[in-house]
Structure formats: structure tokens, C-alpha cells
């Protein structure tokens, strides 16, 4: 299949994002992963929305949804492990910073 509707809704999800409208952003992105459920950029963009919506469990198992996808792309380890640090700012659950440590050993061993 080609990228390009994906790319598109990519580029839509991003506007909605930086117009505040985060709930449309997300659709936009479950929409590119309706074609494409291995379009790891959506996972990352996802996880930043949740974040932003505070709903942090969702943010960090979306991310861990794209170093799963892609385990030996340091970048997805290093969004985990910033995704986990901003976890455990909104929850202050110390299990975020054992995982933000964990993605980011990863980020730098491989």
C-alpha cells in the first residue's frame, strides 16, 4: 500500500495537534493505523496526545507499542524512556522511572 494516505493523515493528526484539538488528532491516527496497524510514527504520536490529555498509562503503552513494532530503532527506545519520565511526573508511580531507565539503557546499548 502506499504511504501517502498515511503521510496525509499523519500531516492532518500534527495540524490538529498544534491547533489544541487532540481528541481529532487522535482519530486521525487510529485512522492511519486502520490501513497500516504497523505505522510505527502513529504509535509515537499517540503517545504524545495521551500524554497531553494526561492519560499516561495509555501514552507509555503506546509507546511501548512502537519499540515492540521496532525494538532495534534506538529513537523508540529513547520516546519510551522520555514518555515513562513524563509518566511518572504526572503520577509520581515509580515504576515509570525503573521503565524510563530500562528504554533509555536500551536507547544507548544497541
Not at 52 to 62: A, D, G, M, N, R
Not at 81 to 86: E, F, G, I
Amino acid at each position: 500500500m502506499s504511504s501517502t494516505p498515511l503521510i496525509a493523515l499523519e500531516n492532518e493528526a500534527e495540524q490538529l495537534k498544534v491547533d489544541g484539538k487532540y481528541d481529532e488528532a487522535i482519530a486521525k491516527l487510529e485512522e492511519a493505523l486502520a490501513i497500516d496497524d504497523k505505522f510505527v510514527r502513529a504509535y509515537l504520536a499517540l503517545s504524545v496526545l495521551y500524554h497531553k490529555k494526561e492519560e499516561y498509562v495509555k501514552s507509555v503503552e503506546l509507546a511501548e507499542k512502537a519499540v515492540e513494532l521496532e525494538p532495534e530503532d534506538q529513537f523508540n527506545h529513547s520516546a519510551l524512556s522520555v514518555m515513562c519520565q513524563r509518566a511518572f511526573e504526572g503520577t509520581k508511580d515509580p515504576v515509570y522511572i525503573q521503565k524510563a531507565e530500562d528504554a533509555m539503557a536500551k536507547s544507548r546499548g544497541m
